[in-house]
């Protein structure tokens, strides 16, 4: 029905609405033809816009009507009523089969994100790995100097590879370091390119500077060694998130929305259950009717005519029908005043 309020047409207007139908030989005009085309619109899914709207969401439209004339072919619809059922089937398959796509395309969007990350992270890692690794050579060339005395130059690349406040190992590199400023007197004030004493770390001189120098090489030899080491085992966690058995793993849907395409995928799955369920009903009773829609109309109709056609009340008495007995032996005309009316 339509949602518009149709004004009453007066006779004189109706007929002469008639004449000039007959005398239309329909829209003409892309305009006339747009605003028509969906007059005998029944279900909508041969209509123009719901192929654009497939095509919209990647789907061919040519596939949907295939899927429609192969169920269409399956059940032979014999009515309206079967057709339309016939085709919320195919809607309903339809729709599960788009949840599989959707949740395909979630796995799928999800693995290229990992691989963009690996990417992006492996090369983070090797500009890092690089930066500290040619900051620690340097520092360790300046060191291995004869006259090695610390600058800022040197206290500024320690704090580019462990921070402000570095600990540890680094924490003994950043004591040895101080320990190795250029002697001066007390109240001397240190150069521009020299670094402000601290007064818990004694400046070294003469055999312990030596032995400080020699024990700052060591320790940067290991802290070079343990960067190599890092670098190894964080490439092969890069290189085990590009193994088959971690993407196959990474292909379980992680978005918000999964969760909800598995919903539609199950409902539409009850959808097919129930309309294959009530199509079978309808089968069956055919079948049991004769395999014809008359068949099925004729057949409640021959039941009432059997209804009606009941035997008298002196029949009723003797035979009887099953679920209407009246027992009336040894009890004379009583027993017939006490039948009601109606029987």
């Not at 058995?245 to 992680?254: F, K």
Request: net charge negative; with cysteine; aromatic share 6%.
């Amino acid at each position: 029905m339509s949602l518009l309020r149709k004004l009453p047409l007066s006779p004189q207007r109706l007929a002469a609405n008639q004449s000039n139908a007959r005398q239309s030989r329909g829209p003409t005009t892309p305009e006339g033809i747009e605003c028509i085309r969906a007059a005998n619109l029944r279900h909508g899914f041969y209509s123009r816009a719901q192929g654009e709207a497939l095509r919209a969401l990647g789907e061919d439209p040519a596939e949907f009507e295939h899927l429609l004339e192969s169920l269409i072919a399956t059940w032979q619809p014999a009515d309206e009523f079967e057709s339309r059922l016939v085709t919320r089937l195919a809607r309903a398959l339809w729709r599960m089969e788009r949840g599989d796509r959707i949740q395909e395309s979630m796995s799928v969007a999800q693995l290229e994100k990992l691989d963009v990350n690996v990417e992006r992270l492996a090369r983070e890692a090797g500009a890092q790995y690089e930066r500290r690794m040619a900051r620690l050579k340097s520092l360790t060339a300046a060191v291995a100097e004869e006259d090695y005395f610390t600058g800022l130059v040197e206290i500024r690349m320690l704090h580019d590879v462990y921070g402000a406040e570095p600990e540890g190992r680094p924490g003994e590199i950043f004591m040895l370091l101080y320990s190795l400023l250029k002697p001066r007197p007390q109240d001397s004030k240190p150069a521009d390119d020299e670094p402000t004493p601290i007064p818990e770390i004694p400046v070294a001189e003469g055999r312990e500077r030596r032995e400080a120098r020699k024990q700052l090489l060591d320790l940067l030899s290991q802290e070079i060694q343990a960067f190599k080491e890092a670098r190894s085992e964080h490439g092969d966690e890069l290189v085990e998130t590009t193994s088959r058995y971690y993407r196959t793993m990474m292909m379980t849907p992680m978005f918000s929305r999964a969760a909800l395409a598995v919903r539609m995928e199950e409902s539409s799955f009850r959808q097919v259950e129930r309309i294959t369920n009530l199509l079978l009903k309808l089968h069956a009773n055919a079948q049991r009717a004769g395999g014809t829609l008359a068949g099925r109309i004729q057949r409640p109709t021959a039941n009432i005519d059997r209804h009606e056609e009941a035997p008298n009340h002196a029949e009723w008495q003797n035979g009887g029908i099953s679920h209407q007995v009246i027992e009336n032996k040894g009890m004379g005309e009583e027993a017939d005043r006490d039948i009601p009316s109606s029987y």
